[in-house]
T-cell receptor, first 112, second 114 residues
Framework: GQNIDQPTEMTATEGAIVQINCTYQ??????LFWYQQHAGEAPTFLSY????GLEEKGRFSSFLSRSKGYSYLLLKELQMKDSASYLC?????????????FGAGTTVTVRA | DTEVTQTPKHLVMGMTNKKSLKCEQH?????MYWYKQKAKKPPELMFV???????INESVPSRFSPECPNSSLLNLHLHALQPEDSALYLC?????????????FGPGTRLTVT
């Protein structure tokens, strides 16, 4: 099974940086994803890590340490539109199937 | 086209009704998923279809019945639901070929069971 933990809420100022941490436990790790979900909308894919290290994509970066069961999503130069829930999701291999399990999400509020 | 569409957007049904949720994608994806999401909770996986065959059923009650008529379509048939089944039902698809294989989500159907 999965055990994915991330903070419930974070608040930051426009233009600032916020780091959202995620820890997980799994027996068949096969990748970690970050999704953004605005209220009332579908989750949208932000990033993917399967090897240790940092993946950078514009204002968003994601880091993974498989040995520590740890990831973070870094949001730089925050904009008001970044106010959303950020979901850490771990893909777990079960036999020949792959299951994606989501953390409870971190609600980020960006203030002017 | 990177869009997953779902119909209807909203559905209100009584506990004795039978209804169906529909999902469609034209990205050539071979894996399709149903998730249930309650307010302020993460999506919970219900079913996975891989190459039109049911590959994962997360012990979902039989009042939910999935169907994959072809590689582009995914249905969720609903019968004799309970009020606690009220939630946002999300459909997603992915290439299904390994690697990154990120899932693309539809906008969801907001279901209310009265």
């Amino acid at each position: 099974g999965q055990n994915i933990d991330q903070p419930t809420e974070m608040t930051a100022t426009e233009g600032a940086i916020v780091q959202i941490n995620c820890t997980y436990q799994t027996s068949g790790f096969n990748g970690l994803f970050w999704y953004q979900q605005h209220a009332g909308e579908a989750p949208t894919f932000l990033s993917y890590n399967v090897l240790d290290g940092l993946e950078e994509k514009g204002r968003f970066s994601s880091f993974l340490s498989r040995s520590k069961g740890y990831s973070y999503l870094l949001l730089k130069e925050l904009q008001m539109k970044d106010s959303a829930s950020y979901l850490c999701a771990v893909r777990d291999r079960r036999s020949n199937d792959y299951k994606l399990s989501f953390g409870a999400g971190t609600t980020v509020t960006v203030r002017a | 086209d990177t869009e997953v569409t779902q119909t209807p957007k909203h559905l209100v049904m009584g506990m004795t009704n039978k209804k169906s949720l529909k999902c469609e994608q034209h990205m050539g994806h071979r894996a399709m998923y149903w998730y249930k999401q309650k307010a302020k909770k993460p999506p919970e996986l219900m079913f996975v279809y891989s190459y039109e065959k049911l590959s994962i059923n997360e012990s979902v009650p039989s009042r939910f019945s999935p169907e994959c008529p072809n590689s582009s379509l995914l249905n969720l048939h609903l019968h004799a639901l309970q009020p606690e089944d009220s939630a946002l039902y999300l459909c997603a698809s992915s290439q299904g070929t390994g690697g990154r294989d990120e899932q693309y989500f539809g906008p969801g159907t907001r279901l209310t069971v009265t």
